[in-house]
């Protein structure tokens, strides 16, 4: 059971001599201060009975101020419908706002994530604290157009600051970090509401992304309430207020006659076009692995013509047999295994491999140059679809459709859920919906 006093902390006397009260929170040999902003001199201070003595010149006053806090927080303890630590009280204690912002929590969160080493989605993340903070510092005076280049510029200058050294990720959360501009109770639904049109129309996103951004600060609201820094009566989302809503969209994968074309597309060795060809080739014939799995590939992973290695996004283990189609591939570099350093393609020879930020920097710049080359690949095969990174999968699917069993998918895949298989692979099968049209239309 928690102990909620009143006390002296006389390790903070100032320099007249008075002594800063505060609630003291103790629970399982955790406790914790919440300040109460009042200084008494230790003389007026009656240590058993925990407040003012007669001598201070306020007593009465002071003594009901006292009451009144030490009531509240007996009543956020003993009213809560789950047990709350000692922490949870004093951040509750603090005001239904919460006494950190919205930033400092998020950057928290961020900063963790970035010393776990997932660098991809500290990226992310930190680029919606940049987006909400834009939208913050919106001027409705000036013209649409001029903010819109505004905001451009400031986004260009910080990759700028950050690719010369001059800026660091860490220094960006540590920045967030002191940034009180976004109080949780400030979050409501007219935010919500203005922050996606101000993504739409002046960020230029699309939907999916301005979702992905909700999810983000519903997922700190949460975490928020969860730690005791807001009241859960400010959580915007759910009930009758916002809702999020995930679209779903069209996932289009290549036939299997593109697929060739892609194969039989004759491209000068060893330059970055071609080397983007095998890549993308390479992601196929295992299942549609992530490209940025496929250049981090090491020659380490091949054993008795299998592949297995550890996907980065969740961390499961991969298994499986070496096609034919890969190993013609393969065998072109095997001779620069020394050269790239141990992995199979180039873009990553010259990185510290137990540097896990620069592994993810280059294997970003590596996906960034396939995009670009993979339209030229399109081109020149005359595929008249978006051939982008993750395509790859998709043709897979695409190609599966509904002659393979679910569960088999699901194992190629390296899907947790059936359903997610079953969901996914509902993308690239038509043949009933088509026979049932057939079926009304030629009667």
């Given at each position: 059971m928690a102990s909620i006093k009143i006390v002296l902390r006389k390790n903070m006397i100032r320099k007249d001599n008075t002594i800063p009260l505060a609630i003291r929170i103790s629970e399982n040999y955790k406790t914790n201060y919440k300040w109460l902003g009042q200084y008494v001199l230790e003389k007026d201070w009656d240590k058993n009975a925990g407040k003012a003595k007669r001598t201070h010149p306020n007593s009465k006053k002071l003594n009901n101020f006292l009451l009144k806090k030490l009531t509240e927080a007996n009543d956020i303890y003993f009213d809560s419908k789950k047990e709350l630590t000692t922490k949870?009280?004093?951040?509750?204690?603090?005001?239904?706002?919460?006494?950190k912002s919205f930033f400092a929590v998020a950057s928290d969160r961020i900063k963790n994530k970035y010393e776990r080493g997932t660098f991809s989605v500290t990226k992310s993340e930190l680029s919606i604290l940049y987006n909400l903070e834009e939208f913050l510092n919106l001027n409705a005076a000036k013209e649409k157009v001029v903010s819109i280049r505004e905001i451009k510029e400031r986004r260009k200058k910080r990759i700028s600051k950050g690719r010369k050294g001059e800026h660091s990720f860490l220094d960006s959360v540590e920045e967030f970090k002191k940034n009180k501009s976004l109080k949780f109770q400030d979050i409501n639904e007219s935010f919500i509401d203005n922050f996606k049109d101000f993504c739409l129309v002046f960020l230029g996103q699309k939907t999916r992304t301005v979702t992905n951004q909700l999810i983000f600060i519903r997922t700190i609201f949460n975490k928020a309430i969860q730690i005791g820094v807001v009241d859960s009566k400010?959580?915007?989302?759910?009930?009758?207020?916002?809702?999020?809503?995930?679209g779903s969209s069209h996932k289009i994968g290549l036939t299997s006659n593109e697929i060739e074309k892609i194969e039989f597309l004759k491209l000068e060795p060893n330059t970055s076009i071609w080397h983007t060809k095998n890549v993308w080739l390479i992601a196929f014939y295992f299942a549609g692995i992530r490209i940025s799995d496929a250049v981090q590939l090491r020659w380490s992973d091949f054993k008795d013509d299998r592949l297995l290695y550890i996907m980065h996004k969740n961390e499961k283990p991969v298994s499986l047999k070496t096609p034919s189609k890969a190993i013609t591939i393969l065998n072109q570099y095997k001779?620069?295994?020394?050269?790239?350093n141990g992995y199979v393609f180039p873009f990553l020879s010259t990185a510290e491999i137990n540097n896990n930020e620069e592994v993810f920097k280059k294997t970003r710049n590596a996906t960034k140059l396939f995009n670009k080359y993979l339209k030229r690949i399109a081109t020149e095969c005359n595929i008249d679809k978006?051939?982008?990174?993750?395509?790859?999968?998709?043709?897979?699917?695409?190609?599966?459709?509904d002659r393979i069993h679910p569960l088999m998918l699901q194992k190629l895949y390296r899907h947790s859920d059936l359903k997610t298989t079953l969901n996914y692979q509902a993308n690239f099968i038509h043949k009933d919906a088509d026979d049932a049209l057939d079926s009304v239309i030629n009667f």
């Open positions: 949870q009280v004093k951040q509750k204690l603090k005001g239904a706002g919460g006494s400010y959580y915007p989302f759910g009930g009758e207020k916002e809702k999020i809503r995930i001779n620069l295994k020394a050269e790239n978006n051939l982008s990174n993750h395509i790859a999968r998709h043709s897979f699917g695409n190609i599966a459709g």
